[in-house]
């Protein structure tokens, strides 16, 4: 059980938009940057956002991450088949002392 | 081109230790961490412990204290984890990642960004 929850599973249309939430505690999310990563099946992790909302170079514009308290989201928009892979946040927790992965959401693109 | 390359596949016996290699190339090695992340098959990701290679300062994270070790051959870009005394539980993809980890002074906060990832090491452990 991961201390940061992600739903298992998300998914949509092409073309559509999805989010994905990621929520922790303040010791955690609350009080650090949270960062996504897209896992294609297969391959290594990939950055997708930093520092709560900004994209690394490369990175389209469809990806976007925000933060509000203890949660964090990831969206997603005009979806793509190339879109389906496993997503993660991830986040440094202060009381653990332990860099925290959520438990990853698979997202289908129907 | 910047890439991280990891050594190849490993299979270990209950008891012994594991050292996984991962070599820097495309950018400066000594300017950015070292981090080593795992996931067990079907599983999330798990962080293991960091290293800076301008210096070899590093951390572990709580569960691998005093089991993982990990050290750098700037020479050769090179970054080693070393993990001792493995179990079947330790079977896993093992990958390092390089990092940009630092505490921002203005708002208070911790940043621990993987920006780029070596293409994973299988290691088994069995019996």
């Known amino acids: 059980q991961s201390v940061l929850t992600q739903p298992p599973s998300v998914s949509a249309a092409p073309g559509q938009k999805v989010t994905i939430s990621c929520s922790g505690s303040?010791?955690?999310?609350?009080?650090?940057?949270v960062a996504w990563y897209q896992q294609l099946p297969g391959t290594a992790p990939k950055l997708l956002i930093y520092?709560?909302?900004k994209r690394p170079s490369g990175i389209p514009d469809r990806f976007s991450g925000s933060k509000s308290g203890t949660s964090a989201t990831l969206g997603i928009t005009g979806l793509q088949t190339g879109d389906e892979a496993d997503y993660y946040c991830?986040?440094?927790?202060?009381?653990?002392?332990?860099?925290?992965f959520g438990g990853g959401t698979k997202l289908t693109v129907l | 081109q910047v890439q991280l390359v990891q050594s190849g596949a490993e299979v270990k016996r209950p008891g012994a230790s594991v050292k996984v290699s991962c070599k820097a190339s495309g950018y400066t090695f000594t300017s950015y961490d070292i981090n080593w992340v795992r996931q067990a098959a079907g599983q999330g990701l798990e962080w293991m412990g960091w290293m800076d290679p301008n210096n070899g300062d590093g951390g572990s994270a709580p569960k691998f204290q005093g089991r993982v070790t990990v050290t750098r051959d700037t020479s050769t870009s090179t970054a080693y984890m070393e993990l001792n005394n493995v179990r079947s539980e330790d079977t896993a993809v093992y990958f390092c990642a390089r990092g940009k980890q630092d505490y921002d002074t203005l708002t208070g906060s911790y940043r621990y960004t993987f920006d780029l990832w070596g293409q994973g090491t299988k290691v088994t452990v069995s019996s």
């Open positions: 991830g986040a440094w927790d202060g009381s653990l002392g332990d860099v925290l």
């Open positions: 520092d709560n909302n």
């Open positions: 303040n010791s955690n999310i609350g009080n650090n940057y």
